[in-house]
């Protein structure tokens, strides 16, 4: 089994654990190294259901090379997302409560805590709420994302993206987690504060930097095999 994939499983099960799974719907998707060609996970599966077998392999334009199972609907999302960023090799798209409900509200994505301190130029796709499953809305999903790793979907979900599977699973848990806090910081009614000024960059370093990303994906790797993999000894440490 190639590591890209070992790494999407352990992705999509840590997904779940933190709070990803909308009943079967949501994806995540890596870039063949060798082909360019795009692995993308089965439709119809819960996050903590993924196996190694889940995922399928397809072209630019969607066409199956590789794997069985249903390609999912908004397989255009990542396909269009890949070609405007040669920089990126994961995508995930899922629709945590946090990020679909900060979505779906006019609040600037503030950080309240560390969370949101590497993802401040996040920005909201408001063309449609719906499923992207066509290529010309998924090329503006790809410009709204811009040279960003993290976008809010309105009404929907969002999308992360990145250049290794653990910095993706780290964006898109830092972005719910921060929408998350600041709903609840919005929710006391009373006034907040949050980072401002040259902290942002700092703390943005050094709390998700590279070697802290690695930490934290060991951390979610472990999180998994002691809920999904009691007996197993984790090696996915790597970034």
Not at 153 to 158: E, F, P, S
């Amino acid at each position: 089994m190639s590591q890209f994939i070992e790494e999407m499983v352990y992705a999509s099960q840590i997904l779940y654990l933190e709070g990803h799974n909308d009943i079967n719907n949501g994806q995540i998707s890596y870039r063949d190294p060798e082909t360019g060609n795009i692995w993308i996970r089965k439709g119809f599966l819960g996050w903590e259901e993924t196996t190694p077998d889940d995922f399928i392999l397809i072209d630019a334009e969607g066409n199956r090379l590789k794997g069985e199972g249903h390609i999912p609907s908004e397989w255009p999302l990542h396909t269009e997302t890949y070609k405007a960023r040669a920089d990126v090799n994961c995508i995930i798209h899922s629709h945590p409560p946090y990020s679909m409900i900060f979505s779906a509200t006019d609040l600037d994505l503030r950080p309240v805590t560390h969370d949101a301190t590497p993802i401040m130029n996040t920005q909201r796709f408001t063309l449609t709420t719906n499923t992207v499953t066509n290529t010309n809305i998924a090329a503006q999903v790809a410009e709204s994302l811009g040279k960003s790793n993290t976008l809010l979907l309105k009404n929907h979900g969002l999308v992360a993206a990145g250049k290794t599977i653990p910095e993706t699973v780290c964006w898109a848990a830092v972005l719910e987690n921060a929408c998350k806090l600041q709903l609840i910081a919005e929710s006391t009614g009373v006034p907040y504060t949050w980072t401002e000024g040259h902290e942002i960059k700092m703390k943005s370093k050094i709390i998700f930097g590279a070697t802290a990303i690695r930490e934290y994906w060991a951390y979610w790797c472990r999180k998994a095999d002691r809920h999904f993999n009691p007996h197993s000894k984790n090696h996915l440490v790597g970034v």
